[in-house]
Structure formats: C-alpha cells, structure tokens
C-alpha cells in the first residue's frame, strides 16, 4: 500500500539529519544542502502514490537526494569536486545500513564525542565541518602545516568514530 502524507513527513523529520549529511556529502554547501532537501520533501509528498511502502520511502528520498544534489551541484557556476557516480553506487551499501536507525541517536552520540574532544581538536572540527574551510585554510587560520592538520583530522575521525562505537555499545547496539 502506497505511503500516506503524513508518513512522508514522519519519516523526513525522523531521518532529516542522515538524508541532510548525504546531500551535503555530495553538494559540500550546506544552504545547496537545505535546498535539496526542501525539493526532496516536497518531491515525496506529490509523488507518495508511486513508493510502495514506508520501507522503501528512505532509500527512495535518498536515491532522489543524490540524483537533485547532482543536479543543483551542475547548475552551479563555481562547482566543487564531485564524487564519482560510482563511488556514490559503492557508498550506497554503507548508508543503508544505517536505515534503521534513528538519526537522532547518531546525531546525541556524535555530540557527546565532539564535546569530549579537546579545544584544539574541537577548534579544528568547528573551522573545517561548521565553517567549511578547506584543510589549507584551516592550517592558515592555526599558524600550523597543512600536513599537521590532516593528521590532526585523521585521528580526530578516528577518536570519533571510537568514542560512537563505544556509546553505540553501552546502548546495547552494535551496528556504528
């Protein structure tokens, strides 16, 4: 049975976070970001007669996702690098598996981990991922080598994904 309106929205504002962090994976512009996601949202309420079931409302909103996010990165005049279509085919796996669960959960988990990183660490995150700034800028803005920094947010990755792993465990859940 088609999805009615009101799981369309249901479900876009539980996994709003998940679909958001994909569209800006492939748009790298978090405005391009928001207004590939109001298309998405609006394209799912009209076309919510044609997705079977409120399984298949996800991987439909993301498949959209991409294909509006490439879309919006081709209209623009000064394009980022995009990611290959088949790297995106070849990360589609690894995103599904994080369907079911909740975006939320994720998104207190990776809080927490960030506030537990330490001031220099965090400085780093908020000027590459908050204010967008390239690996070069940010080691500009440091006074440190370009070199530094990547290693500096390789193990900062690192820390984090440790520190969600292990907040995912004590929840009794293992899929991060």
């Keep these: ?97 994080y369907d079911d669960v909740p975006s939320q959960t994720l998104a207190d988990a990776l809080r927490y981990c960030v506030e537990q990183l330490t001031p220099y660490a965090r400085r780093i995150v908020a000027l590459r991922y908050a204010e967008g700034r390239s690996g070069a800028q940010v080691a500009e803005i440091l006074s440190r080598k370009v070199r530094t920094i990547y290693v500096a947010l390789s193990r900062i990755h690192r820390t984090l994904r440790d520190c969600i792993r292990q907040q995912r465990s004590e929840e009794g859940l293992t899929d991060v």
């Design 1 to 97: 049975m088609p999805v009615d309106e009101n799981t369309v929205v249901r479900v876009l504002m539980a996994e709003r976070a998940k679909l958001l962090a994909y569209v800006w994976s492939v748009v790298h512009d978090e405005h391009i970001a928001e207004d590939v996601l109001q298309e998405v949202s609006m394209l799912a309420i009209d076309k919510r007669a044609q997705i079977d079931n409120e399984r298949a409302l996800l991987p439909w909103l993301r498949q959209t996702a991409r294909y509006r996010a490439l879309h919006a990165v081709r209209d623009k005049v000064k394009t980022p690098m995009l990611l290959d279509e088949n790297v995106l085919d070849g990360l589609a796996p690894y995103w599904r598996k």
